[in-house]
């Protein structure tokens, strides 16, 4: 599987932006899918991400009400809609995808076994 993020740019605060991240080798639509940032001199961390079933989303608690993930299994692919962007928010965001995760890991990086090379997000005031 193979997975490429796109959408990341310039935006000012209190904008928006939609990221997309494409999957092409096989469909994840039964994977657990999610997104990641690292801001500079930062860890990698959880932002938002689906179950296998796409039953429930988990999203980290400074993103939720401001963004939001969603999967479409026709295009295989997954967004994340960013509203109310803060400076904050800066990042490299990444997608990445597993066909093993179970809920409980959704939030948990080293479950994934596949991730998009990133998109970087910057947010000005």
């Known amino acids: 599987v193979q997975l490429q993020a796109s959408g990341g740019g310039l935006v000012q605060t209190g904008g928006s932006l939609r990221l997309s991240c494409a999957a092409s080798?096989?469909?994840?639509?039964?994977?657990?899918v999610a997104w990641f940032r690292q801001a500079p001199g930062m860890e990698r961390s959880f932002v938002a991400g689906i179950n296998r079933s796409g039953g429930k989303i988990y999203a980290t608690d400074s993103v939720k009400g401001r963004f939001a993930i969603s999967r479409d299994s026709a295009k295989n692919t997954v967004y994340l809609q960013m509203d109310s962007l803060s400076s904050g928010d800066t990042a490299v965001y990444y997608c990445?995808?597993?066909?093993?995760?179970?809920?409980?890991?959704?939030?948990?990086?080293?479950?994934?076994?596949?991730w998009g090379l990133g998109t970087l997000v910057t947010v000005s005031s």
């Open positions: 080798g096989r469909t994840i639509s039964r994977d657990a």
């Open positions: 990445a995808a597993g066909p093993s995760v179970i809920s409980s890991n959704v939030r948990n990086q080293h479950a994934y076994a596949y």
